[in-house]
């Protein structure tokens, strides 16, 4: 099956400091990627969508110019949260979507990262 | 916007029992359903994938279901192990993807 990895898997930051993870189809191409965070004991909340050599499309109420993403390859996708804050802490997981067309488009995830802003 | 909704929240079951999990989403323009499995702070294992022209998909003790007319999906979980502990995820795919708010399940030795 299609493998997406992430890097980091954990990072523990200091408040005010940029991090960047980035989000890697290994073995199939990727036209577009979703970035998701999720809260502890909820369910996943779509960020934004990452589509290679365009800018990403945001959800409503996520800040672009906080989470700065950047898709320049057909298999890496990277987010980066800019001047972080204690309550951007966080599970971050990114998807790889392959588009067949219709009812057979699936995505697969990452193992996610675990960001901790102190 | 579509809503994806799981029940129950959370489910605790004796070893070998036979369970279900239920999810249920708004908007029936759909192209297909995956469920999901993520075991405490980590990534998703996809664990089936229905496509909407499809009525069930059955992998190993794993059976799901998907009614579009009615907007239901079930994941029937058969001979439960302590190693299936962890929350389970639906997630329906249109234009985007949308994800229920999981069911906690925990399988007692």
């Known amino acids: 099956g299609a493998v997406v990895s992430q890097h980091p898997s954990r990072v523990i930051c200091k408040s005010g400091t940029s991090v960047k993870i980035e989000c890697r189809s290994l073995?199939?191409?990727?036209?577009?990627m979703f970035w998701y965070r999720q809260f502890p004991k909820q369910s996943l909340m779509l960020m934004a969508t990452?589509?290679?050599?365009?800018?990403?499309?945001?959800e409503q109420g996520v800040e672009k110019d906080k989470f700065l993403i950047n898709h320049a390859s057909l298999t890496l996708s990277t987010l980066t949260v800019t001047s972080a804050h204690p309550e951007d802490s966080s599970f971050y997981i990114c998807?790889?979507?392959?588009?067949?067309?219709?009812?057979?488009?699936?995505?697969?995830f990452g193992p996610g990262t675990r960001l901790t802003v102190l | 916007k579509q809503e994806v909704t799981q029940i129950p929240a959370a489910l605790s079951v004796p070893e070998g029992e036979n369970l279900v999990l239920n999810c249920s989403f708004t908007?029936?323009?759909?192209?297909?359903l995956q469920w999901f499995r993520q075991d405490p702070g980590k990534g998703l294992t996809s664990l089936l994938l229905?496509?909407?022209?499809?009525r069930e998909q059955t992998s190993g003790r794993l059976n799901a279901s998907l009614d579009k007319s009615s907007g239901r999906s079930t994941l029937y979980i058969a001979a439960s192990q302590p190693g299936d502990s962890a929350t389970y995820l639906c997630a329906v795919g249109g234009n985007q993807f949308y994800f229920g708010t999981g069911t906690s399940l925990t399988v007692i030795p």
């Open positions: 998807s790889a979507y392959i588009r067949r067309g219709g009812s057979t488009d699936t995505q697969y």
């Open positions: 990452s589509n290679e050599g365009s800018k990403a499309t945001y």
């Open positions: 229905i496509q909407s022209s499809q």
């Open positions: 073995d199939f191409q990727a036209t577009t």
């Open positions: 908007d029936s323009a759909i192209y297909n």
